[in-house]
């Protein structure tokens, strides 16, 4: 799991390799014709079938993984050679679920095209290059679901910012979460689901959610199922970062005052977990997130994070991402030294 985070920080995606989350949206895709064409407009028909194929790909993505694992202990009993493509094999399996490299990527591109700041004493959007400011808008609509055709510079590092934190537990700490989760049974029981099953499970119920978990039209129903799993299994993984986000800052006395303080504001939001995750981050860093999106023709206004402080800029989202990758490190180690306690101790007693 440590090469993997480490290959996954390294190369993040290839966009030449075929990915694990490509292939399980193409079988959403065509599940999704099936179970249309099957239930037409029925509500609870539409019910029936976003639940059969959130068991089908989650169960078949979870199998998937457990059985290269399963794999990878038979190839470690035949030799050194098959041994270490096994676990080559399983250390890049292991880095496909985790999204820390890309989601950086993604956003530091954002940063990159966006034009710079004003000096307070320049003329109102003296600066503000209006090509580059196209570009930040279009690099930035690859990652956010809101419109970006109209957003300023301001508004543009908002979404980043947002992003940055809300796309951390998604896309890093709560596969990361499951895999940690799928070791301590793997170490109990080598025939058990271990790191790769559960990474992969979770990775297809965060999948079903982005393709499917949209309240209108015939998603509303089909895809209540998935996005509803997605919830739990993040649940857990998103408060943790939230009480543990302060270590990884240095801010380790106001672990439980700001979990409090994310946990208050993010209860506003209609998602269990959005708004606790960016509120954590909006605190730790000390700016304020949240305000008026617009999605289609629709105008939300969402919950203000961490109200009083600045609005977010590019120190902060910077911020952010180095947050993400401390973060992501500290869980390592803090994982890592219990499980050479239980080793030291299994085989003392052996």
């Not at 998103?238 to 208050?264: I, Y």
């Amino acid at each position: 799991m440590l090469a993997a985070c480490g290959l996954d920080q390294l190369v993040g995606d290839p966009r030449w390799c075929l990915h694990p989350v490509v292939v399980m949206g193409w079988w959403i895709t065509a599940l999704r014709r099936l179970a249309e064409a099957w239930a037409g407009d029925d509500q609870g028909k539409l019910r029936l079938a976003g639940g059969l194929i959130t068991l089908l790909l989650v169960g078949g993505s979870g199998l998937a993984g457990w059985g290269l694992e399963q794999l990878v202990l038979v190839l470690a009993r035949q030799g050194p050679v098959l041994t270490a493509a096994g676990l080559l094999a399983l250390t890049i399996a292991l880095a496909s679920a985790l999204a820390g490299r890309s989601l950086e990527q993604a956003v530091q591109q954002v940063l990159r095209v966006l034009p710079p700041a004003e000096p307070p004493t320049s003329p109102p959007h003296a600066l503000q290059d209006p090509e580059s400011l196209i570009a930040a808008r279009q690099s930035l609509a690859w990652i956010v679901g809101r419109d970006t055709a109209d957003l300023e510079a301001g508004e543009i590092l908002r979404a980043a910012a947002e992003t940055a934190s809300e796309n951390a537990v998604d896309g890093l700490f709560a596969p990361l979460f499951w895999m940690l989760l799928g070791a301590g049974l793997w170490s109990l029981n080598p025939a058990l689901p271990g790191p790769l099953a559960l990474a992969w499970g979770f990775k297809a119920a965060s999948t079903l959610d982005s393709m499917l978990g949209y309240r209108q039209g015939r998603l509303r129903w089909l895809g209540t199922a998935g996005a509803r799993l997605d919830d739990l299994l993040v649940w857990l993984p998103c408060r943790l970062v939230a009480l543990s986000l302060p270590l990884a800052g240095g801010k380790g006395s106001d672990c439980l005052q700001l979990l409090t303080a994310a946990l208050r504001d993010g209860a506003a939001d209609p998602s269990p977990n959005a708004g606790v995750s960016q509120a954590a981050y909006a605190h730790t860093c000390r700016v304020q997130l949240g305000g008026c999106n617009r999605y289609g023709t629709q105008v939300r206004d969402k919950p203000l994070l961490a109200a009083g402080f600045p609005p977010a800029d590019r120190a902060a989202v910077q911020r952010m991402l180095e947050l993400n990758r401390r973060l992501e490190w500290l869980w390592l180690a803090a994982s890592a030294l219990p499980a050479a306690m239980l080793s030291f101790i299994t085989k003392t007693l052996s």
